[in-house]
């Protein structure tokens, strides 16, 4: 045996189906927390409701990607160490939560308008977007070699 064992002191499950919302639900020999509405596992929130699990995850993302950007906003960095810092530090950070919620428009928007707005430091773009979105063999910079 490997010795795990679950830790219920920590362990939060949300209640599905009939059950959901319900208060003083026990489980004998476990003290589990029963949390109404909305459970955090792997750093993805999970809720009864799809649109607040879409919100909270969204909103809390945006957030750290508008911290990211604000921290590289004032360094001299040419174009492709913009689009290094958007690679590496920002993409990473939403394809995770993304992956596993629906998509959500407004955010992707969002998102959009961040990425850009760093790209070209607030001002209006430089190149246009299909064209920089493009493989670098047709003149782009944004998509994967």
Known sequence: MSGLKL??????????????????ISTPGRNFKW????VK????????DPEATATLNYNEKLDKVRNIL???????LTLI????????????QLLYVLS???PNVKAIKEVNKLFYSFLWNGK?????????????????LLASP
Do not use: H, M, Q
């Open 41 to 48: 596992a792997l750093g993805v929130w999970f809720s009864i």
């Open 124 to 140: 209006g773009d430089k190149i246009k977007r299909d064209t920089i979105t493009n493989d670098y063999s047709n003149g782009g």
């Open 35 to 38: 949390p109404k509405y909305k």
């Open 81 to 92: 160490g913009k689009i290094t810092v958007l690679k590496s530090l920002v993409a990473s």
């Open 7 to 24: 830790n219920d002191k920590k362990t939060e499950a949300p209640w599905i189906g009939a059950n959901s919302g319900k208060d003083g």
């Open 100 to 102: 596993p919620l629906l």
């Open 70 to 76: 604000s921290c590289w906003k004032y360094r001299r």
